[in-house]
């Protein structure tokens, strides 16, 4: 009986299974040559089939059994590291990545291949540098938002600007960050140009849905940009001069493996180059008249790395515009008497935000950072006029005018965010911060003076708004099944303005089901909810839009967004997503008709109306990642309209950015070290308009007119068939770009020839009504001939930018 007992106990050892211990390997994943981060690299366990992602900040942990381990890390444009060793313990290892050699044949350009197959998130793209700066743009300059107006989803504004519409939403419904800061104004020269400039920036994330926890405060989009954070090991820096602007990067250490800045600039100088010509225009001249228009930005940061543990950043933006005239008369009259006058305007607007953050690794497991930020938004226009006279009759006069109109918004944050690594299969996010608020939608100052009169100091317009905005969130990310993974967050925002508090309750989720190691679809819903509006009553950006909050009388617009999608992999080089989506929006507001920054008679509450909106569509994108030959082919089949109690008689109409077609084509191609080019093809249904003209002109019209309004001057306004319901002309745009580099002896060389435009097409900057003139001839009654000029009013397309090209030079040291 006992040999039987301790037989089966035996056998009940020897089943039971012998659970190995867990241990964790971290640390993070740098550049070799710079010690710059490399976010989102992936670190993946052979033997195990288990794998993650590093952080924002190039840190990873990953938890895995006890035993040999064979670990590759890759990482977009490096050689893949391959780490083998006994894990016996908790390990840190950091991983230098190697940039792959221009000699290979096959070099990954545009991201990693097997992200959009087997991330858990979807309608994300990630766009690295070297391919934005080999894709050819307007005036050679190279621009992060014009080259992602080139993806599925996103959409232009007017032509040449570098707005982005995405997914049906509007300009206010993206949220751009730089370094984690938010930019409200992400223009130069009234939206041709954007502030960011690729050479301070490492990273460019566009999320169109599917919108992880941790964003929160537009509806439509977010744009994260991460600068760089400055070589640690040696100095280099970039020069570039080309037709509008120059620019330049300088970074390197302060301290070798411990402190590194960087520091990059553009500044155009029309200004500079028109002012010799503008001095001998006005040569002798007793009128004479000056002016010019600059922007320039201005991106810097430091690191320091206290310890392995401790690391600490300060970076900061500065970007401006001023457009400037200034007029001078001087006359002299017999006997004794004299005047002179001098009118000044000026027109400026621009951007400045900083940031302080502190990187802390609590744990092996738990990563925190502390962040805070200052942005604000500025746009002030003034006209000075003074006039003196001097007179045997009446003496020395003199008469001063001075009226200036000041907007913005300005923002203090501080938050607190965690990555924690529970296993390779589960990661948590959560955080919180605050933000303070301080907007001013209008004030107009005027003030006058003079010699025998009283002087006038007058302020008048909207008063200053202020307002707390509270952000809580969680996402976890983890392994529902075998195949099966799920991002599930929730962000919960607290608003408050004035005696009015809202809150908002913001689910997400996002999942992925692999079929196979080459095919995976996914689904994704989220709310989001928008506390800041931008009141804009034109076609292209202008620094006359006004950022106002909520309020009282108008709730935030909400948005609902639904998404799903397939992805991939066709080969080893090209990777095919497919996806749908439908996204409903509310409270939207809109300016009433005819309404405009300038009726300060009333404050803004009482210029617009809310309303709803939708966006519904399908994405097409194919892309060939790796390869001398890279690029991809964009289309999108969308629809989206909006619905205002107080406008177009209630009824639905198209958003002014409706496009039922949009296709895009971009390809770049390396002919060899020395050589490599780039183009785009772009088409796109025409915008939506409304055709409104005064009364005086609809009778000239030779149609009828099914709806009216009155402007604010008061002029009747007549809207035929609707409020945009005309199309204009579609667009259609083919550019390219050729770089010539040369390594020389202390650096590379690099000549771009660039053509914007290069089919000549005059694409419709905007329609307007023109008057065309006509000679007819007809007889009296006794056969003589009477000539008759008729006037007939036709609708004009106006085009702005023809065939252009453009050259530049630059110099990487």
Known sequence: MMNKLFFLCCLTLISIPNFAKNYTISGIVKDANSGESLPSSNIFEKNRIIGINSNTFGYYSISIAEGKVDIAVSYIGYETQTLSFILSKDTIVNVLM???????????????????????????????????????????????????????????????????YVRGGGPDQNLFLLDGVPVYNASHLFGFFSVFHPNGIKSVKLYKGGFPARYAGRLSSVVDIGMKEGNMQKYEGEVSVGLIASSFSLEGPIKKDKTSFIVAGRRTYVDILSAPFIAMANKDQEYKTMGGYYFYDLNAKINHKFSDKSRLYASGYFGDDAFYVKDESEYNYEPQSSSNSVSKSKLGWGNKIAALRWNYLINNKLFSNTTLTFSNYNFYS??????????????????????????????????????????????????????????????????????????????????????????????????LFPRLNMNVGLNLAIYNVGSKTYTSLQPRISSKYQINSNMSIKASYARMAQFVHLLTSASISLPTDIWVPVTSRFAPPLSDQYAIGWAYNLTQSFVLSIEGYYKDMRNLLEYKDGASFANVGSGWEDLVEQGTGRSFGGEFMLEKNVGKTTGWIGYTLSKSDRQFEELNG?????????????????????????????????????????????????MQIPFSPNDYYYDYQPNK??????????????????????????????GIRTWNISIYNASNRKNPFFLGWDEKYTNTVTNDTSGNPIYMEQTKRVLKKYSIFPIMPSISYSYKF
């Open 650 to 698: 209630g009824k639905v109409f198209p958003y002014k950015y409706d496009r039922r077609h949009d296709l895009s084509l971009v390809m770049t191609h390396e002919f060899s070290k020395r050589i490599d080019v780039g183009a785009t093809a772009v088409y796109g249904t025409g915008n939506a308009v409304t055709l409104g003209i005064n009364e005086y002109d609809a």
């Open 382 to 479: 003034e006209f000075f006029d003074k006039e003196e006279s001097k007179s045997v009759d009446t003496g020395n006069n003199t008469y001063e005018n001075r009226f200036k109109y000041l907007s913005g918004i300005k923002d203090y944050t501080a938050k607190v965010d965690f990555d924690y690594f529970l296993n390779a299969n589960h990661t948590l996010k959560f955080g919180t911060n605050f933000t303070k608020h301080q907007f001013k939608p209008g004030a107009f100052l005027f003030s006058s003076q003079g010699s025998n009169q009283t002087k006038i100091d007058e302020t008048f317009g909207n008063k200053s708004l202020f307002s707390n905005e509270i952000n809580l969130f969680a996402e976890d990310d983890f392994e």
């Open 717 to 746: 306004i007549t809207d035929y068939n609707g409020r945009n319901s005309y199309r204009a002309p579609s667009y259609v745009r083919f550019d390219i770009g050729v770089n010539f580099r040369k390594q020389k002896k202390h």
């Open 98 to 164: 190697v940039p792959q050699s221009e000699q290979l044949d096959e070099v990954a350009i545009v991201g990693n291949r097997y992200n959009k197959v087997t991330s858990t998130q979807m309608s994300m793209i990630d766009m690295p540098m070297q391919k934005l700066q080999r894709i050819p743009v307007l005036m050679g300059e190279p621009d992060v938002l014009k080259v992602l107006q080139l993806l599925p989803g996103v959409q232009s504004g007017s032509e040449g600007s570098s707005g982005i």
